[in-house]
């Protein structure tokens, strides 16, 4: 530099021009996007009161939220034991289910067994955790193992929850009346539920519930081996038919399900709230016996 201000010096140049140089302000670029949120922080903090003004002068920048990412729960957290997480996310049916299906069944004292051992396995199901978590116990059918009528319904109530037995409460009570009048027994009879666990609030049973507890509903059927149904609500109907329609609908017809004849009508505690529809169930029993025979009046 002392060389070159020599040789100006030497061409007459006396003097240089003064030339104001501005002082570097602070470059707000953007930061690195794998550091918006950690370089946005330490730029915040850093700010001194000489550079408040660039700062203030330009957008601010906003760090974007950062949203944690939530650990998978194990099923056992969730569902209690390891067992219950395996039976809730078991895709096949139970061993004894199976087992039940690929039997054949000519005697009473085997349909006793079989029906004891899906009572058992059904006992310890924890595929739907809120059922299970509620449920006093598990209803999972009575009646004869041989019967040649079957009543199918909904799901237990409080008072089924607590006993373990369909078809005890008001409805059943109400139930009873209409199998004395229409000339049967109720020993005669074997009477299960699409559901073997109370909902809360006695809700109609959700499909995936309904779902879960099928293959207990079709193993009593293949066990029992009945030759009618009878099918008491909606609920039971588009069940056990994979039927769409209102019971209402359903009424005054026999449908044919695997060899067996099926009727549908209303269900007693339907009845227990509309008792102007009695008279239908009346006349749905007198349809159901002329075809066993027996004339009603």
């Known amino acids: 530099m002392a060389q070159w201000l020599r040789h100006l010096a030497g061409t007459g140049v006396t003097h240089l021009p003064k030339v104001d140089v501005p002082k570097p302000s602070r470059v707000l670029g953007k930061p690195r996007p794998s550091l918006v949120v950690a370089e946005t922080v330490a730029a915040s903090e850093s700010v001194s009161p000489a550079t408040t003004d ?6 601010p920048i906003r760090p974007k939220a950062v949203t944690p990412v939530t650990e998978m729960k194990n099923p056992s ?26 039997a054949v069944y000519t005697d009473l004292e085997s349909r006793r067994d079989a029906l004891s051992k899906l009572a058992k396995c059904v006992a310890g199901c924890q595929r739907c955790p809120e059922l299970a978590s509620r449920r006093t116990q598990t209803v999972f059918g009575v009646g004869n193992p041989s019967a040649d009528i079957m009543f199918i319904g909904e799901a237990p109530g409080a008072e089924e929850d607590a006993k373990g037995e369909p078809f005890v409460g008001p409805a059943g009570q109400l139930l009873n009346k209409i199998v004395e009048a229409s000339q049967l027994k109720r020993e005669d009879l074997y009477i299960c539920n699409i559901l073997r666990c109370r909902p809360p609030g006695n809700r109609n049973p959700l499909p995936e519930e309904a779902s879960h507890c099928r293959e207990f509903l079709d193993a009593q059927i293949h066990v029992v081996q009945p030759k009618y149904i009878i099918c008491w609500g909606t609920v039971a109907a588009q069940n056990l038919l994979n039927e769409t329609q209102a019971v209402g609908k359903l009424r005054g017809k026999l449908f044919d399900y695997r060899g067996i004849k099926v009727m549908c009508t209303y269900h007693p505690s339907y009845l227990l709230r509309n008792p102007a529809a009695k008279k239908q169930v009346w006349e749905d029993m007198k349809f159901f016996m002329k075809h066993l025979g027996v004339e009603l009046q």
């Open 54 to 59: 660039v700062v203030a002068s330009r957008a």
């Open 77 to 102: 957290s969730v569902l209690g034991s390891d067992h219950s997480a395996k039976a809730a996310m078991q895709a096949g049916p139970f061993p004894e289910t199976k087992a039940v299906m690929e």
